[in-house]
């Protein structure tokens, strides 16, 4: 049996799958680490103490999960690495897969150190320093780094009956950040440099493609629906939405070629911005026979708030 839990960690992205044989974890992954902070200071407070949100490493612990054959981080967004650290504190990883490694011996990048950096680039630098500390902090806990090539799909065996497909974007993009992050655990602070690839990072966000049993889940990172719409997609019975269901996450075109059974979205309930977007939501309930959120999401006439630490889905 194949489990899936879409852990609701608020503002973010993390998702456990483990392959289970007689109640016995026989192989355990997690795409992403989810947010360093259950709670944003731009999202109003949840009402009430219904609220089931919970980090990362502490969904592992309740599940008495102590190993991660495979660690996966699609991109370096603070809602999909904030939580890392976390999740080394509750266990020891085999692997940590990813489109970048940072240095072994990184110094802290001290991202507020200059000012004049625009947002865009400070936050950029924010978000690998938290990546590169989680590591350094905890050293021993990950037995082997891998830095993905990132050229082709990357195709691996994980089980017997479990496989999976990692799919990269644009080839081109992934020398590029190397580059402008290597250059600022250098010291260097090249604020344009910076800037466009804070605004790139997404579309470089890693997707995955898990097969069991003739079922097929995909797992889409914050990738964008172009991104998606330029591929060959075929169908799939699970959908992990992309970029919390935003307006630009999917399009009629993605779901004409995916037609998922399930859909379900990442996203923290009461979110300012629309995420998830009503349009993209009435768009997914045309396809998808369950669409299921992480967090209490409310949009009247639409969605009702459903409160649970995860979304948890078996497939035999």
């Known amino acids: 049996m194949l489990v899936l839990d879409f852990i609701n960690v608020g503002n973010g992205d993390s998702t456990l799958i483990r392959e ?162 290597d250059r600022a655990f250098q010291g260097e602070r090249d604020r344009y440099s910076l800037m466009h690839w804070g605004k790139a990072m997404n579309i470089s966000s890693l997707r995955q493609r898990l097969h069991y049993h003739g079922k097929d889940i995909v797992l889409g990172g914050d990738a964008y629906a172009v991104v998606w719409d330029n591929d060959t997609l075929a169908p799939c019975d699970i959908l992990k939405v992309p970029h919390h269901a935003c307006l630009s996450s999917t399009t009629r075109k993605m779901l004409d070629m995916m037609r998922p059974e399930t859909a379900v979205v990442s996203v923290a309930a009461q979110r300012p911005d629309e995420r998830p977007h009503p349009y993209i939501v009435s768009l997914l309930r045309e396809y998808a026979r369950e669409v299921y959120f992480t967090d209490a999401v409310d949009i009247p006439g639409l969605v009702e708030p459903v409160y649970h630490e995860s979304v948890h889905i078996e497939v035999d």
């Open 20 to 181: 289970m044989e007689g109640g016995i974890q026989k192989f355990a992954m997690m795409v992403d680490c989810g947010h360093d902070s259950l709670f944003r200071d731009d999202h109003p407070p949840l009402e009430g103490e219904a609220s089931r949100r919970i980090y990362a490493g502490d969904f592992l612990r309740k599940s008495g999960v102590t190993h991660l054959d495979l660690l996966l981080l699609t991109h370096y967004h603070r809602d999909h690495i904030g939580g890392l650290g976390r999740v080394l504190e509750a266990v020891t990883v085999d692997e940590l897969a990813a489109s970048y490694i940072p240095p072994a011996d990184s110094a802290p990048l001290e991202p507020d150190r200059d000012m004049e950096l625009p947002k865009a680039a400070r936050n950029l630098l924010r978000c690998v320093d938290m990546y590169a500390a989680a590591l350094r902090e905890h050293p021993g806990r990950v037995g082997k780094f891998t830095e993905l090539p990132c050229r082709q799909t990357e195709h691996r065996q994980l089980t017997e009956a479990l496989s999976l497909e990692i799919v990269a974007g644009e080839p081109s993009l992934y020398p590029r950040q190397k580059e402008v992050y």
